[in-house]
């Protein structure tokens, strides 16, 4: 029940203010900018106004335009930073600053917004809000390619799922798609097929065409042919119509491996060539890094070596990108912790203090039973001591853990450098024996 107020006591207050919202893409509905923004000293049309543009950002972000998002926060922020109260309206904007942050690439930066918004759900008691949070956590290290991490924050964000917030459904099919990445196949068909049976929107959202994507993808590896190129064709059909390019890059890198799976390599070039059709190589950006894998083995298929090498090279760039996101994100999430812990010390102490400083003053009014106060102010200091022992040790506890953590990452990041040099010398060797060939033939044919 605690949780289901995360998100329906912040619509509630401006549910008269807001027009009906049909689908999550249905922007046009929202008609914000067509009134100027409340600027007199009323705090509730402030917050209605802000609220209001909340939930345009979310529309936006979900819809895959960030600009528009990242406006609409800017504007929204505006109007209540100057309060200086830490309510849900604040981290629900800190929840999507964190977000377009992750989006826009600044992985510290999101995991300090999501901490913000954290604490600030945790100290309202908002556990569905506080939920979704981790959900959101999970989600960026899946993303990046940590699925341990990331499952264990799915795993810690189950009751979010029992909430109807707005991000619910794509924090699903995110733990669906990492759940398909390490090989639970059926625990992830499980999730996905239940977002789709849930979803009684006739509209197509992005969510629903990345469940149809991850389901064609699992499909795929049991040899369900027929049944992975039924939802890929859904999924990218629906990327089309909601305009997510992202979304459908990797739509197309599945295409490929589906048509390579089949032996179609003709196909698979084709889709290949259509995917890359006006793009420079060397510019692009995170969305390609599948499409630039499939397209380095389809070339490689064909003999096109200095293609594949490109595409390699390629590949071989954003990965490296992704690594480094998943090493900052995790420093910053370790920084992050930490400050949580000492912040929940400091708070600690305070309230010791007022405790103390109330025994004192409680033992200057009552005089006479002050061995009672004596011995219940030495109890006090004996739990303070324990307590800060007990802090100091799981604190030592979690820097070994990390410690720990971050020597296996170098350790599997040198080796995926190792094999992809492996693989570049390959390539290489691959090339020059090709052109050594080519100059054989040359000379013959010159000589004949």
């Given amino acids: 029940m605690a949780a289901a107020v995360c998100f329906l006591a912040a619509g509630t207050a401006v549910a008269a203010a807001l027009p009906a919202l ?33 939930r345009e950002a979310a529309i936006h972000l979900h819809a895959g335009h960030l600009e528009k998002a990242r406006r609409a926060v800017s504007e929204g922020w505006a109007l209540i930073v100057d309060r200086d109260v830490d309510d849900q309206l604040t981290g629900e904007y800190r929840l999507l600053q964190g977000r377009i942050a992750w989006v826009s690439a ?91 049976s849930e979803n ?14 991850s389901l064609a993808s699992i499909e795929r590896q049991q040899s369900q042919y027929t049944l992975a190129f039924d939802y890929l064709d859904q999924a990218i059909d629906i990327f089309r119509t909601v305009g997510s390019d992202a979304d459908l890059r990797n739509a197309l890198a599945e295409r490929t491996d589906l048509a390579l799976a089949q032996g179609d390599l003709a196909t698979a070039a084709t889709v290949i060539e259509n995917g890359f059709d006006g793009v420079e190589t060397s510019q692009t950006g995170r969305p390609f890094r599948k499409l630039h894998d499939a397209a380095s083995r389809v070339y490689g298929l064909k003999g096109d070596w200095e293609q594949a090498y490109n595409h390699q090279m390629a590949y071989r760039r954003l990965s490296d990108q992704a690594a480094m996101e998943a090493a900052s994100m995790n420093v910053a999430l370790r920084e992050a912790e930490f ?55 799981m604190y ?23 094999t992809r040099r492996r693989a570049e010398a390959d390539l290489r060797a691959a090339r020059d024996k090709a052109e050594a060939a080519d100059r054989t033939k040359s000379t013959f044919l010159a000589s004949m």
Avoid at 26 to 49: F, G, K, M, Q, W
């Fill in 339 to 393: 400050q949580t812990a000492e912040q929940q010390l400091r708070i600690e102490r305070l309230r010791n203090e007022k405790l103390r400083a109330a025994a004192e003053l409680d033992l200057v009014r009552q005089r006479e039973p002050r061995q009672r106060s004596i011995v219940a102010a030495s109890v006090g200091l004996t739990v303070l001591a324990i307590f800060i022992v007990a802090l100091v040790v």
């Fill in 200 to 213: 009684d929107d006739p509209k197509p959202s992005r969510t629903d065409g990345r469940a149809f994507l």
């Fill in 22 to 54: 049909d689908s999550p893409f249905a922007e046009e509905t929202l008609d914000l900018h067509a009134a100027p923004i409340v600027t007199n000293s009323d705090e509730v049309n402030l917050e209605r106004t802000a609220e209001a543009l909340r």
């Fill in 396 to 418: 030592q506890v979690r820097v070994r853990q990390v410690n720990e953590r971050l020597r296996r990452l170098v350790r599997r990041l040198r080796e995926e450098v190792a």
């Fill in 106 to 196: 600044d992985g510290a930066l999101a995991i300090e917004r999501l901490f913000q918004a954290r604490r600030i759900f945790s100290d309202l008691g908002l556990t569905g809000c506080h939920a979704v949070v981790l959900g959101w956590l999970g989600s960026m290290f899946a993303e990046a390619g940590d699925y341990e991490t990331a499952l264990g924050y799915f795993n810690r964000a189950a009751n979010a799922y029992e909430t109807d917030h707005f991000d619910t459904a794509l924090i699903k099919a995110t733990h669906g798609e990492a759940l398909a990445q390490i090989g639970r196949l059926l625990d992830a068909k499980t999730l996905l097929r239940g977002i789709l």
